[in-house]
C-alpha cells in the first residue's frame, strides 16, 4: 500500500472483548493489496481488531504496528530491511506481498514463499513454509512445518539470507503503551 492510495479503517470488537466480538466471536483482520476489479482511487479497506494495530500519521494516514524486522545478511539486497506485522505476512517477491523481498532474488517464489506469523496474544513468531516448491530453511534446516522464531534465527529463501529480529515480546508489545 502506497502512501498515495486512500485507505479506509475498520475497527470490530469493543474495548471490553479485545481481539474479538462483545460476545466472543472472533473476528477478522484483512490486509492486502485490494480486491480485484477496484476502481482506482476506490479506498482499499483493513479490518483491524484486538489490540489498536494502528496509527495514525501527522498528514492523516494510518500506518501498521511494528513487530519485528527481518534483516537481509547475504544475497542480493544486503543490509536492507523488511518489517514485520501483526498476524500472516506473506514472504515473497511480488511488492504486494507483506513482506516483499524483491532485490532481484529469483529464485524466491513470487507470492507466499513463506509466512512470518505474530501472534500478539502469546507474543511468539513463527515461520511456515508457503506450500512452493522452494524451501524455506530455518537455522540450516528445512521448514517443513510451522516453527518457533527466536531472536538471532537465520532464514534462507532462495539466495537470500535473513536475520530475525523481534520488536515486541513479553517485555514489550503494543498493547502496554496504548498511546504513551
Given at each position: 500500500?502506497?502512501?498515495?492510495?486512500?485507505?479506509?479503517?475498520?475497527?470490530?470488537?469493543?474495548?471490553?472483548?479485545?481481539?474479538?466480538?462483545?460476545?466472543?466471536?472472533?473476528?477478522?483482520?484483512?490486509?492486502?493489496?485490494?480486491?480485484?476489479?477496484?476502481?482506482?482511487?476506490?479506498?482499499?479497506?483493513?479490518?483491524?481488531?484486538?489490540?489498536?494495530?494502528?496509527?495514525?500519521?501527522?498528514?492523516?494516514?494510518?500506518?501498521?504496528?511494528?513487530?519485528?524486522?527481518?534483516?537481509?545478511?547475504?544475497?542480493?539486497?544486503?543490509?536492507?530491511?523488511?518489517?514485520?506485522?501483526?498476524?500472516?505476512?506473506?514472504?515473497?517477491?511480488?511488492?504486494?506481498?507483506?513482506?516483499?523481498?524483491?532485490?532481484?532474488?529469483?529464485?524466491?517464489?513470487?507470492?507466499?514463499?513463506?509466512?512470518?506469523?505474530?501472534?500478539?496474544?502469546?507474543?511468539?513468531?513463527?515461520?511456515?513454509?508457503?506450500g512452493k516448491a522452494n524451501l524455506v530453511r530455518l537455522?540450516?534446516?528445512?521448514?517443513l512445518a510451522p516453527a518457533e522464531l527466536k531472536h538471532?534465527?537465520?532464514?534462507?529463501?532462495?539466495?537470500?539470507?535473513?536475520?530475525?529480529?523481534?520488536?515486541?515480546?513479553?517485555?514489550f508489545n503494543w498493547s502496554d503503551t496504548q498511546g504513551?
Amino acid at each position: 500500500m502506497s502512501d498515495d492510495q486512500p485507505t479506509r479503517v475498520i475497527r470490530t470488537g469493543t474495548p471490553s472483548a479485545p481481539g474479538g466480538t462483545a460476545d466472543g466471536g472472533e473476528v477478522t483482520r484483512v490486509i492486502g493489496s485490494g480486491r480485484p476489479g477496484r476502481m482506482p482511487g476506490e479506498p482499499e479497506t483493513h479490518v483491524l481488531t484486538g489490540v489498536d494495530q494502528t496509527q495514525a500519521h501527522e498528514g492523516g494516514g494510518v500506518y501498521e504496528l511494528t513487530a519485528g524486522w527481518l534483516v537481509v545478511t547475504a544475497g542480493p539486497g544486503r543490509g536492507a530491511s523488511r518489517e514485520i506485522f501483526f498476524g500472516m505476512n506473506s514472504v515473497g517477491r511480488s511488492p504486494d506481498q507483506r513482506i516483499p523481498l524483491d532485490f532481484g532474488d529469483e529464485s524466491i517464489s513470487r507470492e507466499a514463499h513463506a509466512f512470518i506469523v505474530y501472534d500478539e496474544m502469546q507474543h511468539d513468531f513463527y515461520v511456515q513454509h508457503g506450500g512452493k516448491a522452494n524451501l524455506v530453511r530455518l537455522n540450516g534446516k528445512p521448514v517443513l512445518a510451522p516453527a518457533e522464531l527466536k531472536h538471532g534465527d537465520i532464514l534462507e529463501v532462495g539466495a537470500t539470507k535473513l536475520l530475525f529480529v523481534p520488536l515486541c515480546s513479553e517485555s514489550f508489545n503494543w498493547s502496554d503503551t496504548q498511546g504513551e
